[in-house]
C-alpha cells in the first residue's frame, strides 16, 4: 500500500514542478525577449540494492531548462534604444560575473560611463566579445547588421560613423536557458558571432508567454492536485480495510 501513496506524492511532486514553470513564465509575461520555460524533459530511475531493483521509481530531470523559441509580439516603439532580433537571432550578452550567454532582449540603455546595457543590467557585446561603449554623440542608428553609427558631437549633421558593431548569431545548435534566464548551448561551446540574423531598431519584442494557456494549465493542475489527494485518501482507507480484515476474530 505504501508503494500507492509514493506514486501518489511522486505525482504531486511532479504537479508542483509545472506549476513553479508555470508561475514562472507568468511572472515575467512582461518581460521584453523573455522566452517562455517548458517542462524539461525527465526520465524514470529505480533505485538498485544488493539483491536487486526496488519497485519505487523516482522522476529525475536535466539540469537546463528547455524553452519555447516561438517569437513574441514585435512593438513598434519608434525608441532608437529599442531593437528587436529575426527569427532565431539571439544577441551576445555578459552578466555581471563576468559569464556570457544567449538573450533576444533588446530593451537597451547606457550607464553614465557609456556601456551599452540591456533591461536587465546586461552588457551588450561586440563581434570581438567585448562590452561596447558609445562615446558622446548628437544621435546614433542601428542598421540591419548590427552596426551603431553615431554622429559625433562635433561632427555637421549627416555625418556618421561606425563606432561597434552588436554582435548576433543565428545557431542549429541545441539550446537550454538557465538558471540566470540566459540562453547557452546544451553541449559544447558558445557559438561565434555570424551577424546572420536581421536587427531592427525602434522595434522591441515582447515575451512569448500566452496568458490565457497558462491560467487554463494552472487550472488543470489544480485539478490533477485535488485527484492525487483523493487517491491518498483511498490508499489509507484501503490499508485500514486490510487491516481489519486481518485481525483476529474476537470471542
Known sequence: MDRMIYTVLNSMQNSQTLRSVSAQNLANQNVPGYRKDLVTDSSSAKLGFAEGFEARAFQTSRAGA???????????????????ISDKGYFFVQEGNSEIGL??????????????????????????????????????????????????????????????????????????????????????????????????QGVLEGSNVNI????????????????????????QELDEAGTRIMRPAQG
Open 66 to 84: 528547455d524553452f519555447s523559441q516561438e517569437v513574441g509580439f514585435m512593438n513598434q516603439t519608434g525608441d532608437p534604444f529599442d531593437i528587436s
Open 103 to 200: 538573450s533576444r532582449r533588446g530593451d537597451l540603455r547606457t550607464d553614465k560611463d557609456g556601456l551599452l546595457l540591456n533591461g536587465a543590467g546586461e552588457k551588450i557585446l561586440n563581434q570581438a566579445m567585448q562590452p561596447i561603449t558609445l562615446p558622446p554623440y548628437k544621435r546614433f542608428t542601428i542598421n540591419e547588421v548590427g552596426e551603431i553609427l553615431i554622429t559625433p558631437l562635433d561632427a555637421p549633421d549627416g555625418f556618421q560613423e561606425v563606432v561597434a558593431t552588436i554582435a548576433t548569431v543565428v545557431t542549429d545548435q541545441p539550446l537550454e536557458k538557465g538558471y540566470d534566464a540566459l540562453i547557452r548551448p546544451i553541449n559544447g561551446p558558445m557559438p561565434r558571432p555570424n551577424q546572420l540574423a536581421s536587427v531592427q
Open 212 to 235: 490565457t494557456e497558462e491560467l487554463i494549465a494552472n487550472i488543470d493542475l489544480q485539478r490533477n492536485f485535488e485527484l492525487n489527494m483523493k487517491m491518498v485518501s483511498t490508499a
